[in-house]
């Protein structure tokens, strides 16, 4: 089995998620470059963080262009697992592999910072390790994650489970000040209807060594590579 | 096209003196033509040429045995051990974020992340040290005034969103620095921008034009008329048209800068490159001219084949440019292809422009035709020295600061203004606009002394620190340069480092005036002396004069940028209290140290008595055993005691952390000195230690082996901060007051509430 972190031209994350998945939970992983046309022999791909084409535009408004998204989207279709971090997830949501759009943060200004998220669903490739309910201090680095769509799209989301994360205090409680950039219904992450496609704002590849602070977000790496595991042993 | 002829008017308006332009006939032996005029009056202007600084500078150490690159190069290079190497530089972009704030700010993080990378490092960090002019005015102050204070807050936001937008997105954590205020920054804002990177040893590049006929490559972004004569710009005060000097800013683009970062690192490794410089200041004219006489030879360009943005463009204009992220690359002979290849995968162009000639000369031509011919020595070497007039003001008159409250409540009451002063104040809402994790490296998050990032494989981190105190700089240059690089080194200290070398931005007034010369010439000597004692020496740095306008000037500004190694990392030390019930230690002692403080500017408002004494033997030896006492395990924090005194030391070690809740204390403070000289003096030498009891007294044997008072002072505790003074208690209060007052400052003076905001209340 083996990890994919896609280049884009602005990526800025690619190189600390590759880090995490070789050094903190050992598996292999090599780069994608934005103008392959393939992702290879990878089982699980990931967006990072960064700023993709320098997002001038509108964040990933450029990068759902690329070579490489042509591939991702059919390697998606397929059931492979992709998981879009901050400038990752704005991709997704522009590419349409997920719902929905990330806005200016309410306070109009960039915010990074630890703040801690709620897992709302565990039945996911991405968080099958954690608990429900269970709270993560993973912290976010963006100018735009204020996550919005429409009422349809949202009782679709609640109703097929698919708000994977909340911003929530430290004891899981949802307030205004644990959700700085606005985001509605708290939402932090979000999968597609098939639960092969995540996007999250929060930057778990930040929070996976003690050294750093925090390790709680190397569970979800730790979910993804449990799950490859799995396929692998299926098939 | 007729270029203009050259006038005494014209010369006069390219900022060169009558006995500058006979020099350059002198050493051309014949009148110069426009564009030759535009190359001199860059390259011989302050920014570039250090013209008035240059005799002062050479009394800075700039040797030791960690300094594989001093000043000179584009940045400073010391080894790190472990065959590693970090090249590190602070540079000033004062003038051009008082006239764009915003892009002012942003084009000065891109000049200095290319001075860092140029050299072959990964830019790894970044720090900013901002001066801004007060955000706050009394209710019935004049309407200029407040005027002042609106122009105040919109540089601060526009400087802060700038550092931001280009750090982020370039992605390099911007992991500390320093946000101070004062009125004399008022229109004469301060932006010093530091990068530090890293590079393996042997992978160090030059700024060289070295190999006679070999190709000189143009990169990265195409050129335009954008910062024509930006240096010039940056080496005058302002006065009222200070507006219409914004067409000199230039526009940062930080994804290209990124795209260049990768394009160059991926060619440096590929060993195609001889030599490279960063176009910053004086553009194409500074990169090859600098190039070419650092190498002994000279270069020769093409001006037709630089890519060009807009049409029509002069030799004058392309010369003199200062267009953002481009570069000038010397490449081996034959290997041009490579290098076009690798600009090509990241989307940049790159085209060979020129040649290096053996003969010391940079000649432009255009079409054939020759439209420049100097010799490099005569831009660089001979540019003009000047040993400007030196005048000791007149000493003023300073009362003596004394305890001006008479009650316990009115001592109480000043110590909550001076937490929240906003140089005192959080400085959460500047640095959640910087992605200061980006990289995963930062190891000590904003807020503690110093900030520290892991050097990933290796085990040893890098501390590094901007300081800088105008307050006392201004009472005494000289003492108060010494005091500076003596807290840099006590946080590096007190963080668990070991200071390696620093690099310094030196912020002053028109050196055209004798006083400004005198506070210049005497900060370097304080330096000097103070990096001789502690033994860090200067690696590189910048020096930035006419930081005036309308005739009103800034405190003579010093900030230092100092790097220190954290030899393990369990020897990473925070400010913060970590638990209930330790005792708190006081290394070093307090003296009536009120003169110059933030006290004295909370109770007289200005700049009275004399600076606080430092003992520059004493000041070393508290600082090694300090480091001693965190090497051997014995503490649980350390923070520096500086700006507010041991009050506010003590206050900042009890607020709360990431995934740490405050902690309380309880202190007794004895002695003869005053009661506000024991809480707010701005003593040096001390640093506030917490412990568990079973290592005090190995940590009081420390102390005594080096000479240095230490004494257990109180207890850290619930959720209280309790000071009690010759038994009387002076400050009692929750904690969480104090910390709400301290973080609410900055949001209350900048936040504009958004339309957003108000629909939800």
Partial sequence: ?235 | MTEPAITPELIRSHGLSDEEYNRIVELLGREPNYTELGIFSVMWSEHCSYKSSKVHLRRLPTTGDCVLQGPGENAGVVDIGGGLAAAFKIESHNHPSFIEPYQGAATGIGGILRDVFTMGARPLAAMNSLHFGPLTANENAPPEDRAAIALNRSIMAGVVKGIGDYGNAFGVPTIGGEVRFSNCYSRNPLVNAFTLGIMRKEHIFYGRASGVGNPVIYVGAKTGRDGIHGATMASEEFGEEAQSKRPTVQVGDPFLEKLLLEACLESMRAGAIVGIQDMGAAGLTSSSCEMGSRAGNGVELEIDLVPQRETGMTPYEIMLSESQERMLIVAAAGREREVVDIFKKWELDAVVIGRVTDDGHLRVKKRGQIVADIPNAALTDAAPVYHRPIKKPEPTVRIEVTQAESSIEALEATFMRIIARPTIAAKEWVYRQYDHMVRTNTVVLPGSDAAVIRIKEKRRELAMTLDSNARYCKVDPREGAKLVVAEACRNLVASGARPLALTNCLNFGSPERPEVMWQFSEVIDGMAEACAAFGTPVTGGNVSFYNETDGRGIHPTPVIGMVGIVEDPRHITTQWFKNEDRAIVLLGSTANDLGASEYAGATLGGLEGSVPKLDLDLERRVQEACLKIIQAGLVESAHDCSDGGLAVAIAECCFSSYRREAVGCEINLEGELSTAALLFAETPSRVVLSAVDGNVDRIIKIAAEHDVAAGVIGRSSDERLVIRVKRERVIERSVDEIEAAWRGVLPRMLEIPSIVAAEEK
Wanted: glycine fraction near 12%; include cysteine.
């Fill in chain 1, 1 to 235: 089995m083996k990890f994919g972190v896609v280049m884009f031209p602005g990526s800025n994350c690619d190189h600390d998620t590759y880090h995490v998945v070789s050094k903190v939970i050992g598996q292999p992983v090599d780069f994608i470059w934005h103008r392959q046309n393939a992702v290879g022999d990878c089982d699980a791909v990931i967006l990072p963080g960064g700023f993709s084409y320098g997002d001038y535009l509108r964040t990933g408004a450029i990068a759902r262009f690329s070579p490489v998204m042509g591939a991702i989207k059919e390697f998606a279709s397929r059931g492979g697992l992709v998981m879009g971090i901050c400038n990752g997830f704005q991709i997704l949501c522009e590419a349409g592999l997920l719902p929905g759009a990330l806005m200016r943060n309410k306070n109009l200004k960039f915010i990074c910072g630890h703040l801690n998220i709620r897992v709302e669903a565990t039945n996911t490739p991405f968080t099958n390790r954690c608990q429900r309910g269970q709270v993560l201090s993973v912290p976010i680095a963006h100018g735009d994650g204020n996550y919005f769509c429409d009422a349809a799209t949202l009782s679709e989301l609640q109703r097929e489970n698919r708000i994977i994360f909340r911003y929530s205090d430290e004891n899981g409680k949802l307030t205004n000040d644990g959700n700085p950039n606005g985001s509605l219904e708290y939402i932090a992450g979000i999968c597609n209807r098939d639960r092969n496609v995540l996007g999250m704002m929060p930057h778990p590849e930040r929070a996976s060594e003690q050294a750093l602070g925090s390790n709680d977000g190397r569970i979800i790496f730790y979910s993804l590579a449990d799950t490859l595991a799995e396929l692998a042993k299926a098939s």
